[in-house]
């Protein structure tokens, strides 16, 4: 058994599978949705402007799909997931870019061209890193018996929230 199969960490994987799969089933009906999410280990938030009974017929559809085996909606390309790898590649190779440099700014600034060259190769990169990374680490769309438990509105000043809440 992985780690990544583990309690607090399973359900934060199959919520996050679950928010993915509920925006991408949300996007299909109404393509020019903005939303954003964000999961942990009781379920998921969305951040946007929707209905509670739309978001509780796309959880619905997305949990349906996921489970008939449409683990393709657990990757969403405006995951944090996918930021955060490039991210992490465009900083590493920067900063190993700079090691030899010296303290000069002179020094830092004829190796200008080679960290832009580096930078811009970690984006490239990055773009495929980040989906494995949600599927392999990041999300799980075996949900494993997982349902909702509630659907809860609120509101934070203009912005509406819904917490999507889960077991199992």
């Known amino acids: 058994m992985s780690i ?4 607090p960490l ?5 919520n996050h599978a679950l928010e993915h799969a509920t925006l991408q089933v949300m996007a299909e009906a109404k393509p020019t949705l903005r939303m ?11 951040v946007g402007v929707a209905e509670t009974e739309e978001i509780a017929r796309a959880v619905e559809q997305a949990i349906i799909r996921l489970n008939r085996g449409e683990h393709n909606l657990a990757i969403h390309p405006n995951c944090g997931t996918n930021y955060v790898a490039a991210g992490f ?3 590493t190779l920067a900063w190993l870019g700079m090691l030899t440099t010296g303290r000069g700014l002179r020094n830092k600034l004829e190796r200008w061209p080679v960290i832009v060259s580096l930078v811009t ?8 890193l980040g989906p494995v990374l949600q599927e392999r680490i990041t999300t799980s769309p ?4 997982m349902r909702v438990t509630g659907i809860e ?3 934070r000043g203009d912005t509406p929230l819904h917490r ?5």
């Open 4 to 7: 990544l199969d583990w309690g």
């Open 10 to 14: 399973s359900r934060v994987r199959r």
């Open 36 to 46: 954003a999410g964000y999961s942990d280990a009781k379920g998921f938030w969305l």
């Open 89 to 91: 590649l465009a900083g």
């Open 121 to 128: 190769l970690a984006t490239i990169f990055a773009q495929p």
């Open 142 to 145: 075996r949900l494993n018996g």
């Open 153 to 155: 509105r609120r509101q």
């Open 164 to 168: 999507v809440l889960t077991s199992g």
